[in-house]
């Protein structure tokens, strides 16, 4: 056991961080607009080109063939740098779009994608959920029907995240209705510039629109964008979903740093909360969750570099982040007092909105409920519930719309 | 960096594991139990013939000398097997207050004694309930030459006292609290049994009047807490593998137990419950790693990571213990099934070397000086 860094990981450390401290820009102006994917794909290039990109990427791909420890390390100084943020942001494109590519698809579609991801070329988006199939993902409806050489799609997704940004989108379709719910599906590449295929962005309880609904009306694929066989789509979705788990297990904030100085910052009887016994109280327990995480965290990257794939239990990270957040955030902006209601004179409305964001912690990429069935089943062993629509042609099964 | 256990430690663990389930099972806890014997003797023969009494005591002091990770992993499959021997008094306590703060003298004297199993130990720190100021502890000493003091007081409960040979004392000589190293075995030291929530660990009260001790190391509250960070850590791999076996019975039962015509794990009341057991419980079990590491390593952040580590595995335990028995319904609440012997050991952990609320203020504290140190805010996290 280990936690400090060898004498090669040290100097790893050393070079990313300077090369970070030489080429890190201020993006922060242009957050909530289209710039915002301008600075993603311009940060992408410029690490691409300082050898910092993909990391764990075969060369021939555009990576570097580091060892996962490095992606580790790097990851942690560009969080100090303040550029996670726009790596955060493509995390789609990397690590779950790129990632399914990379496992299932074949020669050429890795040629033609991964080197332009690699280089900040390529934005991609998920469109696997519908209005009728989230938790229950293999219940989508999206129709795929081959014509010659092409497939055609019909068919409504939603919820897709930066769809409205996106040059491509990793689908799922359903390519026969008659088969077993799991069974009639078919993964697809689409160009997200295809006639027929429109983005709506939804307005988000938090204001802003990063997710959409994308509609298809005859739109086209080549039968060469389908990646693994005809009806093999629910085994090439549970790819990206993996990908998933293990890519979102430490992307979001645990903001302890930022309660820590409004603890500090924050007035409170004769003195400043931090002096309050409740307040400690809560400092604490803030910090044992937060490094809970993080240590858990690094214990996932460890068993990776040493070349384990990350299992079920990695769903451990974002089921033990989101309600405890919440919780936390609520608490907080309980600490303003008369104060709470609006922060702008402070500039600190960042409470608000991480008040806000945090309710989709507990529902994106796994629902909490559905992070416990995974747990419960896959880690613990536990048996599945009784089910009606396992063995029955999917369009047998009863459905509310 | 590499975080987890090497080979060689997690074969030391899979013989450990063998071993007590063997020579440990809970019919040994019960009968220490139910019993007024204060621990299993021949248990505790075995487990220093095993050398593992004398697993992180240097070898010019009589032990082997291997190490504090070594340490972790037999205290993990300690307490998933509610070792009813005074391991933690003489090891994690006795013995780290002696290479803490004991003299050369000191060190030769007892720590081969400890490292052999000959001699026990045990901590007196508590004087009744409640939490009170160190200059408000009524046990005291005071010098009479020659490196002696005079010890007065009454120490209670005091895990092991019963039987111990020697007890790390804390007392206040001149209003500052200090450890005193005090042989038991002395006619001014009376000793009386003291019922306690887990009587597989029995308590003393333990009453000195006039006894005679030794000071271990600089007087002042710094010592004091060395002592209660190192032996957190350690104490907290107990209830990280007690804890463990909580959620593994709870599981295996839910895989058993039928009721409505399903195993009561496919209910996702008990389902979820349970995948909430594992969640908490593997993010304690990461800060318990960072906790071996730093004890391991003499790191800066020994401090933090001690509070850190004793907080989560504290509740993890806690929660384990209580939901496990909720998962059993009915026969959770039998004398005949082990689950009580979990929750009675889980709160004996959970409170013996002092409160939740206690150790959020010495983390926050730790917190503080590590930001003074940094001299910025920022480094906090
Ligand atoms: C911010 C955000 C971004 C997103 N981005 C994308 C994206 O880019 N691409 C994409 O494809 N999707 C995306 N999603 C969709 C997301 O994956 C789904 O919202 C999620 O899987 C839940 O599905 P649902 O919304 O249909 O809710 P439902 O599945 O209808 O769930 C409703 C409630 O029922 C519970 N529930 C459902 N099934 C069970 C069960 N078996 N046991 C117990 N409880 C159950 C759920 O936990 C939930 O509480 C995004 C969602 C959000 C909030």
Known sequence: MNFDDSAEEASFRA???????????????????????????????LKHEGGWGCLHWPKEYGGQDAAPIQTLIFAQEEQAAGMAMLSVANTITIGMAAATIMHCGNSQQKQRHLPRIARGEEVWCQLFSEPAAGS???????????????WVINGQKVWTSYAQYSDYGILVARSDPSAAKHKGLTFFLVDMKSPGLEVRPIKQASGGSDFNEVYFDNVRIPDSNRVGEEGDGWRVSLTTLMNERAAVAN?????????????????LNEGMAIEDSAVRSLLADWHVWSRGLKNFGMRLQSDMSQGKVPGPEASICKLMLGAQRQTYLSEALDLMDFGGPALSNSGDAGWHFAYLRVIANRIEGGSDEILRNIIGERVLGLPSEPRVDKNTPFNAIPTAL | MNFQFSEEQELLRSQARKFLEKECSSQVVREVLESDQPFDRDLWSAVAELGWTGVAIPEEFGGLGVGYLELCVIAEELGRALAPVPFSSSIYLAAEALLLGGSSTQKQRWLPKIASGETTGAFAIAEGAGAPAWNRMNTKAETCGDGQFRINGVKTPVLDGLKADIAIVVALENQVPGLYLVDLNQENVTRTLEPSIDESRPHARITFSD??????????????RQLLDRAAILVAFEQLGGADACLQMAVSYAKERFAFGRAIGSFQAIKHKLADMYAELELARSNCFFGAWALSTDDPELSEAAAVARLSISRAYTNCAKESIQVHGGIGFTWELDAHLYYRRSKLLNVALGSPARWQEYLIQSLEQKEEVAGNHARVA
């Open chain 2, 211 to 224: 006894a005679l001790g030794e000071r271990l190391g600089k007087p002042g509250v710094a010592t004091i």
């Open chain 1, 251 to 267: 992307i979001f904030p645990t903001d302890f740093e930022q309660v820590w100085n409004l603890a500090r910052e924050t007035p």
């Open chain 1, 15 to 45: 070079a990313a961080g300077s090369w970070l401290s030489a080429n890190k820009f201020d993006y922060r102006t242009s957050r909530t607009s289209e710039n915002f994917f301008d600075a993603v794909r311009k940060w992408q290039l």
């Open chain 1, 136 to 150: 229950d993902l293999a219940g989508i409806k999206t129709r795929a029907v081959r014509d010659g050489d092409d």
